[in-house]
């Protein structure tokens, strides 16, 4: 049985995420001071073994994201390309940030990741939610029900 298993975002949780190779954020995340994550990890378990895990962030205000995104997504000279994005999300409030979500390989393709983001869907059914799409998710985030905004790799849904 899958489910959503919600754990402290601790040093033990960054141990066993650093011995992750087969995840695409676990180096970078378990890599990261504290104060640079949120409180929470949800694991996707199968059968009490953990097969992905999500990491996301609730904001109050658009300015908290602007400002994330700012710090680790966006280039200085290259701010001006995600122009849509900030029209979209300056006047947004009470949303949500989907920073990670991966599946280890040897599970990929079951749906636990679609698992997740119906269970955020569900659990979330107020507040509108972003992601930063690589290419190779975009048709993930598109079945998903999310739609690019303008121009940038940024998506939303809600």
């Not at 947004?92 to 280890?104: H, N, T």
């Amino acid at each position: 049985m899958t489910k959503i298993v919600v754990k402290p975002f601790d040093q033990d949780i960054q141990s066993i995420l650093s011995e992750m190779l087969d995840t695409y954020h676990a180096g970078e995340l378990s890599r990261k001071d504290t104060s640079e994550l949120p409180k929470d990890i949800h694991i996707i378990e199968v059968d009490d073994a953990m097969v992905g895990y999500a990491v996301f962030w609730e904001y109050k205000r658009g300015n908290q994201l602007i400002h994330k995104a700012e710090k680790d997504y966006f280039n200085d000279d290259e701010k001006y390309l995600e122009r849509d994005f900030y029209v979209d999300i300056s006047d947004q409030a009470d949303f949500i940030f989907i920073e990670a979500l991966d599946v280890m390989k040897d599970y990929e393709g079951n749906g636990y990741a679609a698992f997740f983001i119906n269970w955020l869907k569900e659990n979330y059914p107020k507040k509108k939610l972003y992601v930063y799409s690589l290419d190779k998710t975009r048709n993930f985030w598109y079945k998903q029900g999310f739609e690019t905004i303008g121009s940038t790799v940024w998506m939303t849904y809600n």
